[in-house]
């Protein structure tokens, strides 16, 4: 995650790892919000279908998806890793 960024984007895949781009300032929660916008927008699933299981303070997070279809899941996030 890098916060306040110019705009809401998810860039791309580095190392295994989505980078996402955010405009919120990492105050508050406000960044970690944003970054599940972000996700649940680019993955089509409910924003309460993430939670951030590690890295709440951190630039590097562990986000746990809780959602029926993980095949579907899986699917999306292999098309973003791949552009």
């Known amino acids: 995650?890098?916060?306040k960024g110019r705009?809401?984007?998810l860039v791309k895949v580095e190392n295994g790892r989505l980078k996402i781009k955010v405009?919120?300032?990492p105050?508050?929660?406000k960044a970690n919000k944003a970054v599940l916008k972000?996700?649940?927008?680019?993955l089509k699933i409910p924003v309460s279908s993430f939670e951030i299981?590690?890295?709440i303070n951190s630039r590097i997070k562990v986000i746990l998806?809780?959602?029926?279809?993980?095949?579907?899941?899986?699917?999306k996030l292999q098309k973003l890793a791949n552009g």
């Open 1 to 3: 995650m890098q916060p």
């Open 7 to 9: 705009k809401n984007s």
């Open 23 to 25: 405009t919120q300032p």
């Open 27 to 29: 105050e508050g929660g």
């Open 38 to 42: 972000i996700l649940s927008k680019e």
């Open 53 to 55: 299981i590690k890295g």
């Open 65 to 75: 998806i809780n959602h029926q279809n993980i095949d579907e899941i899986e699917k």
